[in-house]
Structure formats: structure tokens, C-alpha cells
Nanobody, 114 residues
Framework: QVQLLESGGGSVQVGGSLRLSCAVS????????MAWYRQAPGKERALVAS??????KYADPVKDLATISTENTKSTLYLQMNRLKFEDTARYYC?????????WGNGTTVVTSS
């Protein structure tokens, strides 16, 4: 069973930084392919960044502004976001790909303001 619990969201000023965390409860085999997604108000959920077997990928809007990482045991997934913009306001979700099945957390909300 995979359980994902996001935290770290909140209200941040434009230009600020934030680090989101996702506590991962899963077999080790389910921790090697993970991602952050976000869903802005009125929009579809979209990929922010992914990490699989140590290789990372980023969506164009966050390239050079965000960093996805895990610690050694892969029990926590992080998303460091810098120079936040208004358009970064969204609910952020952690995703694990395990055995061909996608597992999602409930998300954490980030609101950027002036």
C-alpha cells in the first residue's frame, strides 16, 4: 500500500521560496519513480517535476526555478521552489508510480501574493 502525505504549502510572497515535502509510505520498489504535479484554479493537473532512478525532469514553467529531490531512503520527496510567481499558485500533489499504478497524495496548497 502506498501512502503519500504532502506538506509545506502556504502563503508566500512573489519572489519568495518554498520547500514542499511528501512523506512516502511504500515499499522501496515504489519510491524510484515519483513526481510533483500541480493544479491551478480552473486548470487541469499538470506535471511540475519528476524523478526516476536519479534522473530528473522539469516542466518548462519551472525549469531553473525548482528542484526535485529525495533523501537517501527515499522516504521523503521534496520540491524546492524559488522566485515564486503568481502563476505558481496551485494545489501541489505528490505522485508515486508503482507497478503501473499511479498513487496520489491529497495535496498541499501554495498561494503566492504580492
Amino acid at each position: 500500500q502506498v501512502q503519500l502525505l504532502e506538506s509545506g504549502g502556504g502563503s508566500v510572497q512573489v519572489g519568495g521560496s518554498l520547500r514542499l515535502s511528501c512523506a512516502v509510505s511504500a515499499d522501496s520498489a515504489c519510491r524510484y519513480s515519483m513526481a510533483w504535479y500541480r493544479q491551478a484554479p480552473g486548470k487541469e493537473r499538470a506535471l511540475v517535476a519528476s524523478i526516476a532512478y536519479g534522473s530528473t525532469k522539469y516542466a518548462d514553467p519551472v525549469k531553473d526555478l525548482a528542484t526535485i529531490s529525495t533523501e537517501n531512503t527515499k522516504s521523503t520527496l521534496y520540491l524546492q521552489m524559488n522566485r515564486l510567481k503568481f502563476e505558481d499558485t496551485a494545489r501541489y500533489y505528490c505522485k508515486s508510480n508503482c507497478g503501473g499504478v499511479a498513487h496520489w497524495g491529497n495535496g498541499t496548497t501554495v498561494v503566492t501574493s504580492s
